[in-house]
């Protein structure tokens, strides 16, 4: 399964961006959905992520500002972001967990690769 991200930028701070990541492949269901980011010089963080059922879980940073919501049809995630802060700079990598469709249902874990967010004061 791959995963394609795209949606980062520069955006002034209290604008908005709207982050996008398409799972590709066949033969997987997906569990959930997500992001982490990763801020220069520190440890990735879990940002967001939204089960196949739509629950969603944000990190206390983010909430009521950021809305994850996933699309089932098209395997693919979106993270709206808005009143953006400087802090919300990093770099941005969606994930999925879902399980193949094989006789033991291997679960999988699998990552895009990041998209940079860049917020100015």
């Known amino acids: 399964v791959q995963l394609q991200a795209c949606g980062g930028g520069l955006v002034q701070a209290g604008g908005s961006l709207r982050l996008s990541c398409a799972a590709s492949?066949?033969?997987?269901?997906?569990?959930?959905m997500g992001w982490y980011r990763q801020a220069p010089g520190k440890q990735r963080e879990l940002v967001a992520f939204v089960t196949s059922g739509g629950s969603t879980n944000y990190a206390d940073s983010v909430k009521g500002r950021f809305t994850i919501s996933l699309d089932s049809a098209k395997n693919t995630v979106f993270l709206q972001m808005n009143a953006l802060k400087p802090e919300d700079t990093a770099v941005y990598y969606c994930?999925?967990?879902?399980?193949?469709?094989?006789?033991?249902?291997?679960?999988?874990?699998?990552w895009g690769q990041g998209t940079l967010v860049t917020v100015s004061s």
């Open positions: 994930y999925v967990n879902g399980w193949y469709h094989s006789y033991n249902r291997e679960n999988f874990v699998s």
């Open positions: 492949g066949s033969g997987f269901s997906i569990h959930h």
